[in-house]
């Protein structure tokens, strides 16, 4: 389950979830010496990452669910974010910002909704 909080302290779930995706990288530094023959050295660069989200529009949440009027408007306005990631046997947590939406109304269905949280900073494991 994922959960988000613009205080870092009160959390609500973004319900109505498919699926989500958390993506983590890390680039690499390389300097190319001339010692032994011309060799390359790799050494770890930043880390990136998304926390990619597919599901439904929500239009009536509780006092404990967001809107999908909430994640729209965290994009619009360029809130920072905290996230909980919740999984069986794990907790990731983190920070971010909502950097896309995108919002589909086939007729036959509910309103679905994806985002994309662009993390910054690290991740942690609870």
């Keep these: 389950m994922l959960e988000l909080s613009a205080d870092g302290v009160t959390y609500k779930s973004v319900v109505c979830e498919n699926g989500h995706t958390l993506n983590r990288s890390r680039s690499t530094n390389e300097v190319q010496t001339k010692c032994y023959g011309g060799t390359t050295s790799v050494s770890p660069g930043a880390l990136s990452g998304t926390l990619d989200f597919t599901g439904k529009f929500e239009t009536a949440p509780t006092a404990s669910q967001m809107s999908g009027n909430d994640i729209f408007s965290y ?3 360029g809130t920072y974010l ?31 909704m994806e985002f994309t949280l ?9």
């Design 82 to 112: 905290y996230f909980r990631l919740t999984t069986t046997g794990y907790t990731r947590k983190g920070n971010g910002y909502i950097t896309d939406v995108s919002e589909d109304a086939p007729v036959d269905n509910l309103l679905a």
């Design 118 to 126: 662009t993390i910054d900073g690290p991740v942690t494991t609870v």
């Design 75 to 77: 994009m619009e306005n």
